[in-house]
């Protein structure tokens, strides 16, 4: 899991190996094995210096997932107090659905 998010991050980032390990000061070949899973359990240190390059917390990189739905959920929040605001009620939504398809499907065309 660990190696995993290491590796797409530091991919979604258009990193190499090489400057990921020379960025974190971390050997290649040791970045490497957390990345393949041969090392499983690398310490906290050499993790919160990989996520310092990466600009991810330490808890993304071990797949602490809540934090990430937490800010999803209040970008919903968000979402629905504006909706509030704007005086569009629970039972009115349906109808706000098929207006967005129909912009959605005119944008395609």
């Not at 968000?78 to 509030?84: A, G, T």
């Amino acid at each position: 899991m660990i190696g995993k998010n290491i590796a797409e991050r530091r991919k979604a980032q258009r990193m190499t190996l090489s400057e990921l390990a020379k960025r974190s000061n971390v050997s290649k070949s040791y970045l490497s094995n957390i990345e393949r899973n041969v090392n499983q359990n690398p310490s906290i240190a050499v993790l919160e210096r990989i996520s310092k390059v990466l600009n991810v917390e330490v808890n993304f990189l071990i797949g602490d997932k809540e934090e990430e739905n937490q800010k999803k959920c209040s970008e919903w929040t968000e979402f629905v107090l504006e909706l509030k605001k704007a005086g569009v009620k629970k039972d009115q939504i349906h109808n706000y659905k098929e207006l967005i398809e129909f912009i959605k499907w005119k944008q395609k065309k």
